[in-house]
């Protein structure tokens, strides 16, 4: 089966493909399958003959931003195979050609348009100072505090980490460790430099992973 989400932010439509999902299996859970760029047509025709997983869990593959590169470049066959299949194959892109729009319509694809929001930083110095100031103390229930007052005006996980990984790098240069050890900077640097990509190639919420994050500072 096909399903489009396009418009709004990548986390956008990430979200709004899980709430699609949640709404046409319920009680169900998911193995994701990210795909960032065009696969051959046999990695597909694989996923479409992999159903389900162990203990019942369906496997979702997530195709970002290459739908009209897939459609154009694919066999009509194949295309139905993976239409036909009880694998949802989920487009996730900002826009869609006329006739990728067509093609997807005529294989009964649910095609979901997000109104793109404009959320604007209220950012500003104190913030900052905020967040890194807890960070410094190695006061991890402030760090949170801090984290969740900046989520609720809209900031991304990609500002957040910023700001922190900056302090955790100026503290390394500086040797500024304490209350940290050393060696717990560099394990901190590490693990913040690679948050991101990790959780986005699971296709995982990245603001939960930054708040799990926090949770298992050292203190």
């Known amino acids: 089966m096909f399903i489009a989400i396009l418009g709004g932010t990548g986390s956008d439509r990430k979200n709004k493909a899980k709430e699609q999902l949640q709404k046409m299996f319920p009680k169900t859970t998911f193995l994701f399958a990210l795909i960032e760029s065009v696969p051959t047509e046999d990695v597909l025709l694989g996923h479409a003959y992999q159903s389900a997983g162990f203990f019942n869990d369906k496997q979702i593959v997530l195709v970002k931003d290459c739908a009209h590169e897939i459609f154009d470049a694919y066999s009509k066959k194949t295309l139905e195979t993976l239409a036909q299949s009880e694998t949802p194959f989920i487009f996730l892109d900002e826009k869609l ?52 007052k900046l ?42 430099a690679l948050l991101l990509p990790k959780e986005r190639a699971k296709g995982s919420d990245t603001l939960l992973a930054l708040e799990r994050w926090i949770l298992a500072m050292p203190e």
């Open 151 to 192: 989520v609720a005006k809209n900031e991304g996980p990609e500002a957040i980490v910023g700001i922190l990984f900056s302090r955790v790098r100026t503290m390394l240069r500086d040797r500024r460790y304490a209350p940290y050890t050393k060696s717990e900077l560099e394990r901190l640097s590490a693990s913040l």
């Open 97 to 148: 050609t006329k006739a990728t729009e067509t093609e997807l319509k005529e294989y009964d694809a649910t095609i979901v348009t997000l109104v793109t929001k404009e959320k604007k930083s209220t950012f500003n110095k104190n913030d900052v100072f905020a967040i890194c100031d807890a960070f410094s103390a190695k006061n991890k229930f402030q760090v949170w505090h801090e984290f969740s």
